[in-house]
């Protein structure tokens, strides 16, 4: 048998799947300031007599101790209890209740004094459910303060049973003590923690991982975005191959990673890559993934590294990693010395259509980034800035930017062309894996 110790409270579960929002099921039936009714107790042991009445202890301050035998923190508390009560002697009473019978408690305490050496005056009353039925919990240990008035003073967890507390409790102006309060998040044990609220919504998460395979609905798509009203930041990606989950992370944000930028160096490259005969609507229902990552802010800067290995743990059979390599291009070269180009100041401009665009103070890059992820995407070759121009730039161009041909008709006049030729990429590249390096993977 496993027994696991928990150091500071004691869950009392139900065996009932339970779904839905957050709620407090542990309200107690009386607020604070209410007159506590006078209630008849029976099973009452190590006590004068096995029956008594709420009103027996009025004039002293009463505090119920609703406790179990399996909760640690609970056995703990009993010394401490006994300990206050000689303190306070005559003017406070703690009373230990508890739902089991006496038949498990009475053996247990007993056992409990002899491995202590002590005995303690603390009355225990056995197979409650009435005083349960009017101050319910869900955590152990739970305190419901009585004051001397019999009035319900407050209902706390073990944190707030101290010499201070009560000595203020028993004062002319007893101050307002914190409230326990036993919320339940349904929590079904055999669904996964957060997803689909099961445990709630987990407001104060800090970081996360999931991974599962294709989701039907769901568009493939990458976002990088604050977690809104938290103070987390997370990538999400929806319905990707291997190679685009890679891909993704790889370009951290910042220089997009086409297809022309990815070689693959496997075995495996049915399992990476789309055949050219087979429909997306079919292949990527057996190809794709969902993956997202939440990091707290002050992990934001470390955002795509942890993804890098997470995603390094979910495809272990593969070694992915950035590397130069000479690639034939369309550069973008300037053809003279004169500029052309320069910009005339004023406000940033950057607008683009399929028929042409105009920039203003904006940099030449800003050309190459539309050409590479949306006009050139489907052209055979990569785009790359080799003009070397150090500022920012305005031009206006008229012309179908699918059509190379075109572009660089219209961008002669600026002292700008396209020019094919072989030049150093980075290139993202996914090999097969050595045994070995899948085997430490693995491991770690």
């Given at each position: ?280 609507n079919k292949w990527l229902p ?45 550069v973008l070269t300037r053809t ?109």
């Open positions: 048998m496993t027994m696991i110790v928990l150091a500071t409270l004691c869950l009392k579960f139900s065996s009932k799947a339970q779904t839905g929002e957050p709620t407090n099921q542990t309200k107690p039936a009386l607020e604070i300031g209410q007159k506590v009714p006078d209630l008849q107790l029976s099973n009452l042991s190590n006590y004068k007599t096995t029956t008594a009445t709420i009103s027996e202890f009025k004039g002293k301050l009463l505090i119920l101790d609703f406790w179990a035998t399996w909760c640690g923190p609970c056995v703990a508390m009993i010394p401490k209890m006994d300990s206050l009560q000689n303190t306070f002697k005559g003017k406070i009473q703690f009373l230990s209740v508890t739902y089991q019978n006496q038949k498990e408690v009475g053996p247990f305490m007993q056992k409990f004094e002899q491995q202590k050496g002590e005995h303690y005056d603390i009355p225990i009353l056995s197979s409650d459910t009435r005083l349960k039925s009017l101050f319910p919990y869900r955590i152990l240990p739970h305190y419901v303060w009585i004051g001397p008035d019999g009035r319900l003073k407050a209902i706390t967890s073990q944190r707030e049973i101290t010499s201070a507390n009560i000595s203020a409790m028993l004062s002319a102006n007893p101050p307002k003590l914190p409230q326990k309060q036993d919320i339940e998040n349904p929590y079904d044990r055999n669904k996964p923690l957060f997803i689909a609220g099961n445990g709630g919504d987990a407001p104060s998460l800090i970081q996360h991982s999931v991974f599962s395979g294709y989701v039907p609905g769901l568009a493939s798509t990458y976002n990088v975005n604050p977690l809104p009203a938290s103070k987390s930041n997370r990538i999400t990606l929806t319905n990707l191959s291997i190679v685009n989950l890679f891909a993704s992370v790889f370009e951290e944000g910042k220089t997009y990673i086409s297809s022309k930028r990815i070689k693959i160096l496997s075995k495996d490259s049915l399992q990476l890559s789309r055949p050219n005969d087979t429909p997306g057996e190809h794709a993934y969902c993956y997202e990552l939440i990091v707290p802010q002050e992990r934001k800067d470390q955002l795509y590294e942890i993804a890098k290995a997470d995603l390094a743990r979910f495809f272990p059979d593969y070694q992915v990693y950035l590397q130069k390599m000479q690639q034939p291009c369309m003279g010395e004169t500029d052309q180009v320069k910009s005339k100041g004023g406000p940033t401009v950057a607008q683009f259509s399929p028929f042409g665009f105009t920039l203003q103070n904006q940099p030449l890059s800003m050309l190459v980034s539309q050409l590479n992820t949306l006009y050139q995407q489907y052209a055979p070759y990569w785009i790359e800035d080799q003009s070397g121009y150090p500022g920012m730039a305005d031009l206006k161009i008229i012309a179908n930017l699918s059509s190379m041909e075109e572009l660089n008709k219209a961008l002669k006049p600026y002292g700008l062309q396209f020019i094919k030729k072989d030049v150093p990429v980075e290139m993202l590249i996914i090999a097969d894996a050595p045994a070995n390096t899948i085997l430490n993977k693995l491991t770690e």
